[in-house]
């Protein structure tokens, strides 16, 4: 009789192969565990950005609803904790999964329509003079306003600590109607593969001085306030102002943003027109529910953003929240490289005092409604109330501010009816370095930049750029296109 001499090593390769966790078929990453590559823009300056990646098999989760997700992170708190998204997660939810609105936010006392009609400029601007200025809101419509925003903040930002890495599964992970919250007791924080959508503030605020200007040639605009045809009342300016970003890198250090996608998702501020007559109609001052995407201010430090994709947005990427700041000197150090900016109005970035390098991005938009240099505040004004075009101007790419080192790198550039007085801006800056960029398939031009003349100098030269070799502009367009956003990992 024979033998069956293969039946014992089958049953002991069975046994070997299932104690070994040997897998036969392709072999699949977990993305999770990857840290920061090495020297991978200014994250890495300070040795390696590990997120979680050390994290304990109790610490490693995957959640699909807010109240799992913030048990998650209360439960490791600053140990290294791998989150993993999946699915959908709303975090203006409560514990039971139903989704909070207006009215579940909104304290006693608080009335949208009352608060327009006591805070319009027609009414509000006509009790102040100069010497009063600013026009600082004040009363019991306010002070309830500002108790409803504290509701609402207290319900949908999610504050992550230290040692984290936030992580999407598969390809449609997301975070819808809150915000990310990284503050200056964190750092060492990985975010990637998820798609970030509207992060909605309910109670905008009205800020009478935002953009304030005495302007001549606006009729009837004067300091003081005479009848209903003249006064401050009849000046330009003031802005809507929301309170939440998707990412907020609040004084955050050492932080990695990659492959993620952001957007206003299904309420985009094009929903909410403006709502004062002329002169406070531009399009600047519609009803704003959405802030930034990534906003990086209050000493924050260290960051590195790539491959992402930022789409239908308008304020998109702060760093440094004020020309007044007294602790950003010295901090604020970001990169940005391999990310697509698409249809978006402006701040990609807007850079006060750090040192920021932005390398093989590419921005598209239309700039069709900008302000035409040429023309009066007053003739840009009224151009613009006939304006009919996509639903964010794009009005300034890269904005340099106060005491910035903005360091452009091979960049693409393809604005439609603009050019580089679009590419980049002054705000506030003097210096701003480029090399190897391209406007509409010719090489940017500094000296047709927005704003006062910028010297095309840099006090600081990149160094950090781990793998990434930096590619010629006529190649990052397919790159980017091909390979940044969520679910590309």
Request: hydrophobic share 35%.
């Amino acid at each position: 009789m024979k033998k069956p001499a293969l039946l014992i090593p089958a049953i002991l390769c069975s046994t070997l192969c299932a104690c070994a966790n040997v897998h036969f078929g392709p072999y699949v990453e977990d993305f999770a565990r990857q840290p920061l590559p090495d020297n991978d823009g200014w994250a890495a300056l300070e040795g390696p950005v590990t997120g979680g990646s050390a994290a304990s098999p109790e610490n490693d989760v995957t959640v699909s609803t807010r109240k799992a997700l913030f048990d998650a992170v209360a439960k490791a708190g600053t140990a290294p904790k791998i989150i993993r998204i999946q699915g959908t997660i709303n975090l203006s939810t409560d514990d039971t999964g139903r989704e909070l609105m207006e009215q579940d936010y909104a304290a006693p006392g608080y009335d949208f329509a009352a608060y327009m009609k006591t805070y319009a400029p027609a009414v509000w601007n006509t009790r102040l003079d100069e010497k009063d200025r600013p026009f600082k809101l004040s009363g019991p419509l306010e002070d309830a306003r500002k108790a409803s925003v504290h509701r609402q903040r207290q319900q949908v930002t999610l504050k992550l600590p230290s040692n984290t890495t936030l992580i999407g599964v598969g390809t449609d992970a997301k975070l819808i109607r809150g915000n990310v919250w990284i503050g200056a007791e964190a750092e060492n924080v990985i975010i990637r593969n998820i798609t970030f959508e509207d992060a909605f503030d309910y109670f905008p605020a009205w800020d009478p001085n935002d953009n304030f200007k005495l302007s001549a040639d606006y009729p009837g605009c004067q300091t003081t306030y005479v009848d209903a045809a003249t006064g401050p009342q009849q000046c330009p300016g003031g802005r809507w102002n929301s309170e939440y970003d998707n990412i907020s890198i609040n004084g955050g250090r050492r932080v990695w943003i990659d492959h993620c996608t952001f957007t206003d998702g299904e309420r985009p501020d094009t929903l909410f027109p403006p709502v004062f007559p002329f002169p406070h109609n531009d399009i600047t001052q519609k009803l704003q529910h959405h802030d930034g995407t990534v906003d990086i201010t209050n000493a924050a430090d260290l960051v590195t953003l790539s491959y992402n994709v930022f789409r239908d947005h308008d304020k998109t990427n702060l760093i440094g929240n004020s020309d007044n700041a007294k602790f950003d000197s010295g901090h604020l150090r970001v990169s940005f490289h391999h990310n697509l900016y698409e249809e978006i109005g402006q701040r990609m970035p807007r850079a006060r005092f750090g040192m920021v390098h932005v390398y093989n991005n590419v921005y598209i938009g239309d700039a069709s409604g900008a302000d035409i240099p040429t023309r009066t505040p007053y003739q840009n004004h009224l151009a613009v109330l006939q304006y009919r075009g996509p639903a964010h101007i794009m009005r300034s790419v890269l904005g340099a501010g106060k005491e910035s080192g903005l360091y452009s790198e091979a960049n693409v550039f393809l604005i439609a009816h603009g050019g580089n007085e679009i590419a980049v801006a002054s705000a506030g800056g003097d210096n701003f370095f480029d090399k190897g960029s391209l406007v509409n398939g010719q090489p940017l031009d500094i000296t047709k930049a927005n704003g006062k003349p910028l010297n095309a100098t840099s006090t600081w030269t990149p160094t950090l750029y781990g793998n990434n070799k930096v590619l010629p502009a006529s190649e990052v367009l397919e790159e980017v296109r091909s390979k940044a956003g969520a679910g590309k990992l």
